[in-house]
């Protein structure tokens, strides 16, 4: 059976958020963290064979543990490296799961992560391909990938992904 884009998508956020930030995303969320606010929120878009974007939205709470950890220090109080931190996370999981998806022979090349807090969360409407949620110590994050193209495109996507347990080389996200 053929791996998702949503399963692929799910491997590659949980290995970031416990690789780079040391925090375990649940699937399931306690009734503590299902209330907890997504109020942090970056974007990366990509282009490449496909384009599209990845967001990132995890409570505020979060922050400072995701920057603290990521940085090796006790407390990361400061919002701008907080911010820094977590368009970080945006741009490994989205150069994680790109070769995942689309295959290790795909060049993509990726925008400069933003802050889109207070931005609306669709942009005209579009739907995510993709969706990843879940607890993360006292809050959750949400993670969207939203593809665009034409019908041959994103078929070609598709049926060029990656096989689950391959994994793309060095620099072949751009």
């Known amino acids: 059976m053929p791996t998702t884009t949503a399963q692929l998508l799910r491997r590659a956020t949980a290995s970031t958020f416990e690789d780079l930030a040391f925090l375990f995303l649940e699937p399931e969320c306690s009734e503590e963290q299902a209330a907890a606010p997504l109020d942090a929120a970056v974007s ?31 407390q990361a109080r400061q919002v701008p490296l907080q911010r820094d931190a977590l368009g970080e996370v945006a741009n490994v999981v989205c150069g994680n799961a790109l070769p995942m998806i689309a295959g290790a022979d795909a060049v993509f090349r990726l925008d400069a992560p933003r802050w889109i807090a207070d931005e609306p969360r669709a942009r005209d409407g579009d739907a995510p391909a993709a969706t990843v949620s879940g607890g993360v110590d006292d809050g959750r994050a ?31 996200i751009f």
């Open 44 to 74: 990366v878009d990509f282009h490449g064979p496909v384009r599209g974007r990845l967001t990132v939205r995890v409570s505020s709470m979060l922050m400072p543990t995701i920057a603290a950890n990521m940085l090796g220090e006790e």
């Open 142 to 172: 949400e993670v969207e990938l939203f593809l665009f193209g034409t019908p041959e495109q994103l078929h070609a996507l598709q049926t060029s992904g990656a096989d689950a347990t391959s994994t793309a080389p060095a620099g072949s």
